[in-house]
């Protein structure tokens, strides 16, 4: 059965570190996104990627966030100078279309020590 | 604000019994929702997507809509000690590009 993968499981980083999760979309999917979920909280949208570009993104997702689809099946999500509150799990999720179901991968944990 | 709402537990239940969880959303033009499950340290898992008013039945599982109430909510049969988890609740509304999650019910079953 298809999956997304993403890589690394874990990633310990230093404040100020730049930060590059990857993601593997399921192949036929269109429409890409990428959640947050700090401990014990809530599972909190960041952004959405459709057409090579984002198409929505939160309060959450600033300018120290990008995205990136750099090839045909890699979906990146950068931090460019982590802070401590960064910590947290990031989910990638893929959908087929607009309106079904999304799929999300097993998650990145990114300790900023 | 769009929101979605659930009560975050815990909510305990015996073997077997039936567990329901509830869940309600502020913006009327949501159109898809979701349940997933989540184990502890883990990712949302898809159980049931549900587009139109009424029922929809998978094996345990019955997801019931009621868009004039705003208000879904999730059935789960012959409740096992597997279940026990955390229940996601989840929308997408017509406009956005999105899927707004609620916090999530625990759910405990009891052996």
């Known amino acids: 059965e298809p999956e997304v993968t993403q890589t690394p499981s874990h990633q310990v980083t230093q404040m100020g570190q730049e930060v590059i999760l990857r993601c593997v979309p399921i192949s036929n999917h269109l429409y890409f996104y990428w959640y947050r979920q700090i401990l014990g909280q809530k599972v909190e949208f960041l952004v959405s990627f459709y057409n090579n570009e984002i198409s929505e993104k939160s309060e959450i997702f600033d300018d120290q966030f990008s995205v990136e689809r750099p090839d045909g099946s890699n979906f990146t999500l950068k931090i460019r100078s982590t802070k401590l509150e960064d910590s947290a799990m990031y989910f990638c999720?893929?959908?087929?279309?607009?309106?079904?179901?999304?799929?999300f991968g097993q998650g990145t944990r990114l300790t900023v020590v | 604000q769009k929101e979605v709402e659930q009560n975050s537990g815990p909510l305990s239940v015996p073997e077997g019994a039936i567990a329901s969880l509830n869940c309600t959303y502020s913006?009327?033009?949501?159109?898809?929702f979701f349940w997933y499950r989540q184990y502890s340290g883990k990712s949302p898992e898809l159980i049931m997507s549900i587009y139109s008013n009424g029922d929809k039945e998978d094996g345990r599982f019955t997801a019931q809509l009621n868009k004039a109430s705003q208000y879904v909510s999730l059935l789960i049969r012959d409740s096992q000690p597997s279940d026990s988890a955390t229940y996601l609740c989840?929308?997408?509304?017509?406009?956005?590009?999105?899927?707004?999650f609620g916090k999530g019910t625990r759910l405990h079953i009891l052996p």
């Open positions: 913006d009327r033009v949501s159109q898809s």
């Open positions: 999720a893929s959908t087929r279309d607009r309106n079904t179901e999304a799929f």
């Open positions: 989840a929308v997408r509304t017509r406009t956005d590009d999105k899927i707004i």
